[in-house]
């Protein structure tokens, strides 16, 4: 993914802003990132690539995601399309 692409397509955070938000905070834990303009915490499709970032942070690594944005893109939108039609099956 580009710098300035979204991670978080819900609240348009991008790898860039993650990217200084970690270097800026330090965080300990991956969750800590929600703090930066709330990445995470709408249909939670970014936690594992939050998780991803903030694990090489924490070795060191260099924070990029190999995956292009519009595979990235798509599979979110099939993960929201699943999420919808589990819920819409759920009785309760
Ligand atoms: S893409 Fe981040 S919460 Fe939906």
């Known amino acids: 993914m580009k710098p300035e692409e979204d991670i978080c ?3 348009h955070v991008s790898l860039n802003k993650l990217k200084n938000f970690i270097k800026r905070e330090n965080p300990e834990v991956p969750s800590q990132l929600s703090e930066c303009l ?3 915490t709408s249909c939670g ?7 991803k970032i903030h694990g090489c942070h924490v070795r060191g690594q260099s924070m ?3 995956v292009s944005f519009e595979n990235y893109a798509e599979r979110r939108k099939q993960h929201n399309m699943k ?3 589990k819920k819409a099956d759920d009785p309760t």
């Open 9 to 11: 397509v819900c609240h």
């Open 38 to 40: 709330g990445a995470g």
């Open 45 to 51: 499709w970014c936690i594992p690539f939050l998780k």
């Open 64 to 66: 990029d995601l190999t």
């Open 83 to 85: 999420k919808s039609i």
